[in-house]
């Protein structure tokens, strides 16, 4: 089955720099894979995803990247805000498997200083 | 219409109790999830339905029953519960199993006393 790794488990950055949050996926299958920012006794939210044919995208402040090669992909935030502090989810799906659910990664608290 | 609502917000049970969860979409979404969540972890998947029938359980304690009494409508009954299974009850949806982005309810805050 599939396996998400997701790397650093804590961020911590000062406002105004840039974040990134690196995951890797294990079943090369996986065609789709979101992000989810996960505020304190909230809901998890997709904030941005990327399918298989894609190598990068952008919405604003956010982007992800992914390496189908090397089975990674990574969340890039820039210009961050306090507002931005949370746990960030990555996941990956494989497309018509027996098991066509969200894999999560283990996710990042990330904490931005004003 | 992009919400999964999910009630009651919070639930507080003894272990010789019988509740149910409730989670209702309106998004024309064919694949509704049960998630559990503990603090600190990310969310486990429980089981899913695709077109009202049982597609996956992961291999969860049979205290937990499903039911998806129609394509709008995913139910989470809950009967001799453990104090560990304290934790947030996630429903999601999503247009079909495993296609594309799914959508997270608030969740339901349960304590088992």
Redesign the interface.
């Known amino acids: 089955g599939e396996n998400v790794e997701q790397h650093p488990s804590t961020l911590s950055v000062q406002e105004g720099d840039s974040a990134v949050i690196k995951c890797t996926y294990s079943d090369s299958a996986s065609n789709y894979f979101p992000w989810y920012k996960q505020e304190l006794g909230k809901r998890p939210q997709l904030i941005i995803d990327i399918r298989s044919n894609v190598g990068e995208k952008k919405d604003q402040r956010i982007a992800v990247t992914l390496n189908k090669t090397a089975k990674h992909f990574s969340l890039h935030i820039t210009e961050t805000q306090p507002e931005d502090s949370a746990v960030y989810f990555c996941a990956a799906i494989t497309y018509g498997g027996s098991q066509g659910n969200l894999i999560f990664g283990k996710g990042t608290k990330l904490s931005v200083k004003p | 219409d992009t919400e999964v609502t999910q009630t009651p917000k919070h639930l507080v049970m003894g272990m010789t109790n019988k509740k149910s969860l409730k989670c209702e979409q309106h998004m024309g979404h064919r694949a509704m999830?049960w998630y559990k969540q503990k603090a600190?972890?990310?969310?486990e998947?429980m089981f899913?339905y695709s077109y009202e029938k049982l597609s996956?359980n992961e291999s969860v304690p049979s205290r937990f029953s499903p039911e998806c009494p129609n394509s709008s409508l995913l139910n989470l009954h809950l009967h001799a519960l453990q104090p560990e299974d304290s934790a947030l009850y996630?429903c999601?949806s999503s247009q079909q199993?495993?296609?594309?982005?799914?959508?997270?309810?608030?969740?339901t805050r349960l304590t088992v006393v």
């Open positions: 999830y600190k972890k990310p969310p998947l899913v996956i996630l999601a199993q495993g296609l594309s982005e799914a959508f997270f309810g608030q969740g």
